[in-house]
């Protein structure tokens, strides 16, 4: 055999040879890519049963492919690899991403304390992502129970739940477990146990556990700020707002709002005072909001007028919420001009604009102007929403206008507004006032739920009627349907006693406020009971109960008692009840007529003398009663003598108290702009 060649000789080839070579080869084998070297096989773990479990479950989710998943999960099962770690976060991310939650913790569970926090991790995430509080707890609890080693992504979903529910013993205890395992490092644990304790009330541990943070970010800064600000601890919150650094103008406006939100009005404009020198961050249309509310609410005109000036330099006198802040503004402190002014310069008038407005001329009583804007109103093409009628009929119930109310009524009924249980209940309020009780009864009965506010109205429409006994059938079926009285209501049923002479009812009715309604008497209460005992001649029982009474007796109730003494004849306890209402220098000179009457009645010279000389240092007239005529197109104001000119005394049902349904500023202004 001939011995094989050499490797020179096997390599060396002429180029002649070469070309040889080439035009016996095929074209496509010329054209072909170079041989290279076959690829290494894959290593046997990729070929593993869970990493083929593992991204069969993957995609199944992407899919959202429930047979399919569930087929490979019992396939993981029989395979021993239900707790694999590379398959059992697959399986719970599966159904949390179908929904199925229980099915998501049955898989976890059975995989008992052969799991790591991962998969626990992702059924506490989906339970605190649903607000689901309780199961948070419980996951957590069975997981700890199965000896499963939480770690830093657990406990933020877990003290976020303790503080939702209140739970602050069990933050107490993870709060404990945390220092053990040292996740306290970490600022996420740091912030959720600050966010735990300040949830729960626990403002003390809260700020112990921010003092023992070695870095506080934003988050650190705003809970603990935010937390003494609600709580309504404001000095704290301000004093603690001093040490942010780099407060932004968030946190600045989260404590205005919230001296705001507690009537702490001087404090909101110390905040924006500083935050305008410089103190804090600029001011932006947020706080120009929180601080022209803060006026409007206090009377602060001059500062008001400042925040004006700011919004007009700063370009926000344009958004429309600052424009009707400040028509409320203007309207609050009287400048009904200013605020009609601004009105008329919107090029585009929303609903909120027109409401504010009409929410003025109530605050001022101006019913024909509020009628009139309404009309206008309806004429531009603006539908009135529930604001916007619950203001009118507040004004027209204050005022008695039966033709407006009963317009107002057809536009809810026409407009389909009278599902409404505000509309409803200011309907019964307006009739009821208006004394046209059967038309107040028929809107009550119509009512599918009968709040205490309903049926408070009712009780009181009744007792100015004099028909106590109704008010008296009407609370018996309020207690019966399980509404609790308020202290309103128990003032509307102890009138409705005065009125019709109820002696026996009032009085029990006063000695179960506090033992079986838990209603606490407050002076209104008592005047009822004095203006009860007033009205039926008990008029030792009247002065009693002034006098033992844990408040200061107000001028009405004392104006009741003298009249009623000037109309039973008993100048003694009246003379007494006079000198401590004259010691009052109030303004009203009714009070001072009345005196005068009395003394006259009785002959008493003397101290007449004395009341006539006051008043006239104190320059009162006597101001002429006004009466509302009321036609069927309109109302007309007509002028009256003082009904003490009168023959005949006017008795104490005929005039309005404060008792029944006078109407004070504060009362005004929720019913004007919402509290």
């Known amino acids: 055999m001939r011995p094989p060649p050499t490797n020179a000789a096997a390599v060396s080839f002429s180029k002649q040879q070469l070309l040889r070579i ?164 970490d600022m996420y644990v740091w912030n959720a146990l600050v966010g735990m304790y300040v949830k729960c009330g626990e403002l003390g541990d809260a700020q112990r556990v921010f003092d023992e943070m070695a870095v506080r970010d934003v988050v650190s800064w705003n809970t603990m700020v935010s937390g003494y600000a609600s709580a309504g601890m404001w000095g704290k919150a301000f004093e603690l707002l001093q040490w942010v650094p780099g407060a932004n103008i968030v946190m600045w406006n989260a404590v205005a709002a919230g001296n705001l ?230 003032v509307a049923v102890l009138s409705a006693c005065s009125h019709s002479g109820l002696v026996t009812q009032g009085q029990l009715l006063f000695a179960k406020m506090y033992a079986v309604f838990g209603t606490a008497p407050r002076v209104e209460h008592f005047s009822c009971m004095v203006d009860l005992y007033s009205r039926e001649g008990l008029l030792k029982m009247a002065e009693e109960m002034i006098d033992k009474m844990p408040f200061q007796p107000t001028a009405a109730m004392l104006a009741t008692l003298v009249e009623a003494c000037l109309i039973h004849g008993n100048t003694k306890i009246g003379e007494q009840a006079a000198k401590k209402l004259l010691a009052m220098r109030t303004n009203n000179p009714g009070h001072y007529k009345l005196i005068s009457n009395m003394y006259i009645s009785a002959k008493c010279w003397p101290e007449l003398a004395k009341v006539r000389s006051l008043m006239s240092t104190m320059e009162l007239t006597m101001i002429p009663s006004h009466s509302l005529l009321e036609s069927y197109h309109d109302v007309c104001l007509l002028e009256q003598d003082d009904f003490f000119n009168h023959g005949a005394h006017c008795y104490l049902s005929d005039r309005i108290t404060d008792t029944d349904s006078s109407i004070s500023e504060e009362v005004k202004c929720s019913e004007a702009f919402g509290g």
């Not at 022209?292 to 919420?321: M, P």
């Open 261 to 490: 939100k507690a009537g702490n009005y001087d404090e909101v404009i110390r905040l924006l005072s500083q935050m305008r020198n410089g103190h804090g961050p600029s001011v932006d249309s947020v706080s120009l909001l929180i601080g022209l509310k803060a006026c409007g609410k206090s009377g602060y005109l001059r500062i008001g007028r400042e925040l004006h000036v700011v919004a007009v330099r700063l370009y926000f006198d344009r958004l429309e919420c600052v424009v009707n802040s400040l028509i409320t503004l203007y309207s609050r402190c009287r400048m009904m001009s200013c605020a009609e002014l601004l009105f008329r310069m919107c090029s585009v008038r929303s609903i909120a604009a027109w409401n504010s407005l009409l929410a003025g001329f109530a605050f001022m009583d101006q019913v024909e102007e509020a009628s009139l804007l309404f009309r206008e109103m309806i004429g531009s093409g603006v539908c009135p929403n529930d604001v916007t009628v619950l203001t009118m009929l507040s004004l027209v119930a204050r005022f008695r206008h039966l033709c407006h109310g009963r317009e107002l009524h057809c536009y809810i009924l026409r407009h389909g507004l009278g599902g409404s249980r505000l509309l409803q209940n200011s309907l019964v309020d307006m009739y009821s006032k208006s004394r046209r009780m059967r038309a107040s009864r028929i809107v009550f009965d119509r009512m599918e739920y009968r709040d205490k506010h309903a049926y408070t109205s009712l009780i009181l429409g009744y007792g100015m009627q004099r028909e106590g006994s109704v008010s008296l059938k009407l609370f018996d079926e309020m207690i019966a349907n399980s509404t609790e009285p308020d202290h309103v209501t128990m």
């Open 22 to 185: 080439r035009r016996c080869i095929p074209p496509v084998w010329r054209n072909a890519a170079p041989a290279q070297e076959p690829p290494p096989p894959p290593p046997a773990s990729s070929f593993s049963p869970a990493s083929s479990l593992s991204s069969i479950l993957y995609s199944c989710t992407a899919h959202r492919a429930l047979r399919p998943g569930e087929q490979v999960h019992a396939r993981a099962v029989t395979l021993g690899l239900g707790a694999h770690p590379s398959v059992l976060p697959k399986l719970a991310s599966f159904y949390i991403a179908l929904g199925d939650l229980p099915a998501a913790r049955a898989a976890v569970e059975q995989a008992a304390g052969k799991a790591r926090a991962f998969p626990w991790n992702l059924l506490i995430w989906s339970y605190a992502s649903d607000r689901l509080w309780k199961d948070v707890i419980m996951a957590y609890d069975k997981m700890v129970a199965l000896g499963v080693y939480a770690d830093r992504f657990t406990y933020p979903s877990v003290l976020r739940a303790c503080g939702e529910l209140r739970e602050v013993t069990i933050g107490r205890q993870i709060n404990q477990r945390i220092r053990r395992s040292r996740h306290d490092l």
